[in-house]
């Protein structure tokens, strides 16, 4: 694609709005990127429920978290039961009630808070001297509020008039051309033009709780102090408790008599209270200001590593310690402390993190005790919260002790097909210090039969060869140049198969066969193991000393052809990807005669068997026998069949026996006990930037903090690598070759197998909002936040590239010799995979970010940040139906059967029919849904922002959920068994569908 002079220099002058506003945009979506240029004038020090900001006249609303920043021109809103407070630069706490919405501008000489509507507190109380901020001005419409070192709640009534009361210091209202101060324990009513100002002296004076008094409490209940002073004469005292300002949630209500003092149990919550009585002059009823004060349910940090009195060996005389404790949810961040006493008396050493893990280097020798400090400002000023206190020790020793095997562990019991399908992995304690060693496995205790060795320079090796069925003797080697260090003991292992074929058809039966033609017999089986190859081993003798073998793709059935009679015995293998037997069926036996001999009246033999131990079989509730039987009965019979077990559920079945006909009944046993519903968690450290990659039995991250870790599909870390300073976007996998863009814009090629960089290029265009690279045909095109959309071959070498005017925040797709980009600037363009020339573009109705547009049936579908959702033509841009959903669309769309599901910021997920656009269902979750829908195990699997939640796909009811202390990172990917995802605080985790522990 040639450009011309006019379009090169149109092109460098908009460079720079490209830039902006998508460095904007990009703000407008993500908190974990410094702000630049814009200046941050306070942090969000506490949030409940659902909070959001936005940045100037952007569109987009996002969710906060506690302790992210706000920045000059914010906005901030809640929802329902919501509310936020806002901790100011200089000292100021806002705090917004539900339902509510206010901008904030600083100004040299202030900050104006443009208050839209809803309820408002300011406290300037810890304002601290010598600020150069000497005012908060809010502002609503013509009226301006003015305070210093005060205290004051503002209320925008149902007719529209504010309600100003100030509890401590003054106010001073603009009203029309009309100034009026509001002292202490008075308020004002703003009129609904705001054109003129009304005092009223308060009679009640709320003593306790303070207003907008915030107690940590680590009870689920805890008892609140309600007092008041009144300046009158007044009688019949009443205390009102509710949980909206409005008083329609009440919580408790209550006459106190002549009493100004009541204790009331409360939960967590925000609380709103107030207090009635009769004037004894007038005999009305007067009702004191409304109170507000929250409590927030505080857990401090849980100590997890190292262990309590953990002892830690060392021959250099000092050790390396890895520290980690539990998410405190109220943290802004953290202090590891050490000291020499459990007191604490003196402080050793003292570290600050964000995270919830920290390595301290070359620890001194002798006995520690730690805690770990939560910093927050979630209260008016500083609050810490202390962890419980751990010990551990640290001594020297002259030589380094053996390695201490771990996995796998002695007398365990492997299933080969865990070597085939994602290798054996070998761990084991190497202390702190660095070493190689030589990992030996034999067949044999005195190691003469030696199966493999390998050398590492890690504490664990993953074994990607086969071992066969049979025991196995491991042990570890250390190679150091000085010192004699002893091998590790020996353990043993048994490579076994619990992988079973049962054969079905034919079972010693007879087929008639006419001389000089053949008969299709019909050989059928069934494996607990699938996409393996099966081979069938067909044999005139019983031992099989010669055979005919029929490799078969299938796993179940296969019609073979006999032209001879006489006895045949058969049998059914699973093979490796080398054609090798892995496991193979008992034997069975038929035969082909030319007359089939009926014998009238033949007994039925019935077989049971069970694979617990210790099983007890029943056959019409007598019992019959432990773990396995064979009965022999009259035929027409019908027999009631029970095993039972310990902690296992009975299993019963009935059966209605035929003419001479063998039955064989293995039970399947289900255990009482359920499984949890996580499967594994395995921290990373720092949190996954984007949702992960499952390929060839590997599990596939890059996190916030620049490292690629690969992850065998149970968990355990195989490889961590240090690649960037950051990442943003999804990696994408090809091969044995791994592709990813970090935020500067560098492309990586990266080994997966080995985590080596094969090679890396500068492409100058970013990926973010967990777009990733797309593969095609031997090509790797990048659709950037900048706008630039680039080629590049397997070999990390340029083939074209495209500068358009707008920044690119969702992946592209292929569609043919097409690729598919959506902009920033509400466009989508057709680019040619050839040369990036356009071939079309249409403009939409909303912003695109996070969504890779899905292609089914012909058609192109996607989402908005409007709520637009379009169903196109990938042709020529055609807009085939749009469907209007309720927040905005940053989920990527699931189509299956003709119907497309995804989720809204509004909490819902829908479900389309894909060719009208016609809503089937929708299903409303409790937070805003993000993540991409994925299918999993017949189920619809989705996220919002703490929940995993599992739908049926007919009316999207609720199966299953799962909630985590710690948000969700990133949509799902359906692995093996199991959905895995990343946790905020570093985790990838895996949940199960199925609970129950079933053993065959």
Known sequence: MKLSRSDLIALGTSAAVITLSSVLLYLDFTRKIEVKNVRKIGTISFKREVAQRRYLSQVVWEDVEQNIPVYNNDSVRTSDNSEAVIHLNDGTDISIDENSMIQLSSLESGININFNHGSMSANRQGVAGGKELSSINIISNDSTVSINRSNIQLTQLANQELDLTVSDGAAKIKAGNKETIVKQNEKAIISSDRKKAEIVKLHFDLVSPEINKHFLTSDRKSPVNFSWKVDGSYANFRIDVSTDRGFKRSVYSSGTGSSNSLNVKLGEGAYYWRVSANNKQSGAKEFSPIGRFNIIYHEASRLISPEDRQAFKSISGTSDIDFKWSRDTMAEGYTLELSRDSAFSKIEKSVSTTMQNISIASLSLGDYYWRVKSDSRTLSGNASAYSNTGRFSVSQIRELPAPGLIKPSKNSKIDILESISGGIIFSWNAGQEKRNF????????????????????????????????????????TITETGNIPDSEIFVFDMVSNAGIELFNPKTENFLIETGKSVDVTFQWKSTVKNLKSRI????????????????????????????????????????????????????????????????????????????????????????????????????????????????????????????????????????????????????????????????????????????????????????????????????????????????????????????????????????????????????????????????????????????????????????????????????????????????????????????????????????????????????????????????????????????????????????????????????????????????????????????????????????????????????????????????????????????????
């Open 438 to 477: 030589d990992v030996i496995i034999s067949h044999d205790p005195e190691f003469k039969k030696i199966a493999g060795t390998y050398r590492v320079n890690t504490n664990y090796k993953l074994l990607g060869e086969r071992l066969n069925i049979g025991r196995y003797y491991w042990k570890v080697k």
């Open 537 to 1000: 081993d067909i044999s005139r003798d019983p031992k099989f000393k010669s055979f005919d073998s029929h490799v078969h793709n299938a796993s179940d059935s296969r019609k073979i052809s006999f032209s001879e009679k006489g006895d045949y015995y058969w049998r059914v293998s699973l093979l490796d990807k080398d054609g090798a037997a892995i496991i193979s069926s008992k034997i069975s036996q038929f035969n082909l005669s030319e007359k089939i001999s009926v014998a009238s009246a033949k007994k039925s033999v019935i077989e049971i068997s069970s694979p617990v131990r210790g099983s007890r079989i029943y056959i019409d509730e007598k019992f019959s026998g432990t773990d396995s039987v064979r009965k022999t009965f009259e035929p027409g019979r019908e027999l009631k069949i029970s095993v039972r077990a310990p902690e296992f559920r009975n299993y019963e079945t009935t059966l209605t026996l035929k003419d001479g006909q063998n039955y064989t009944i293995r039970a399947v046993m289900i255990k009482k006990k359920l499984l949890g519903r996580v499967k594994w968690a395995s921290p990373l450290l720092s949190p996954a930037a984007a949702t992960p990659v499952v390929h060839k039995n590997r599990i596939v991250v890059v996190t916030e903090s620049g490292e690629l870790k690969i992850l065998t599909t149970d968990g355990a870390l195989l490889i961590s690598k240090k690649l960037s300073e950051k990442f943003e976007s999804e990696p994408a996998v090809s091969g044995n070759t791994i592709y990813a863009v970090d935020i500067n814009g560098t492309l990586y090629s990266v080994s997966l197998s080995s985590g080596a960089v094969n090679w890396k290029v500068r492409t100058g265009a970013p990926l973010i909002f967990g777009s990733k690279p797309v593969l095609d045909k031997g090509l790797i095109y990048l659709a950037s936040g900048y706008g630039i959309v680039q080629c590049y071959n397997l070999k990390g070498k340029q083939v074209w590239k495209v500068e358009l005017d707008e920044g690119i925040y969702s992946t592209a797709r292929i569609y043919k010799d097409k690729l598919i980009v959506i902009t920033d600037a509400e466009k989508i363009y057709a680019l040619s995979t050839k040369d990036g020339d356009e071939d079309w573009s249409e403009k939409i109705d909303g912003r695109v970010a996070r969504v890779t547009p899905e292609i089914y049936g012909g058609l192109l579908y996607f989402g908005t940040d409007s709520g637009q959702f379009y169903a196109m033509n990938p042709k020529n841009g055609d807009l085939v139906w749009s469907f209007k959903a309720q927040g905005s669309v940053y989920s990527t769309p699931l189509i299956i059967d003709g119907r497309i599901y995804f989720g809204t910021t509004s909490g819902h997920v829908y479900a389309l029919d894909s060719k009208s656009g016609s809503k089937i269902w929708q299903k409303t979750l409790n937070k805003p849904v993000k993540s991409s829908v994925i299918s999993a195990f017949g189920l619809l699997i989705v996220n919002d922002a703490n929940t995993v939640y599992a739908l049926n796909t007919a009316g999207g009811k609720l199966q299953w959920q799962q909630s985590f202390e710690s948000s969700i990172a990133t949509s799902p990917v359906y692995v093996s068994d199991t959905v895995v995802m990343g946790l905020a605080n570093g985790e990838v985790v895996s949940v199960r569908n199925n609970l129950l522990q079933t053993i065959k």
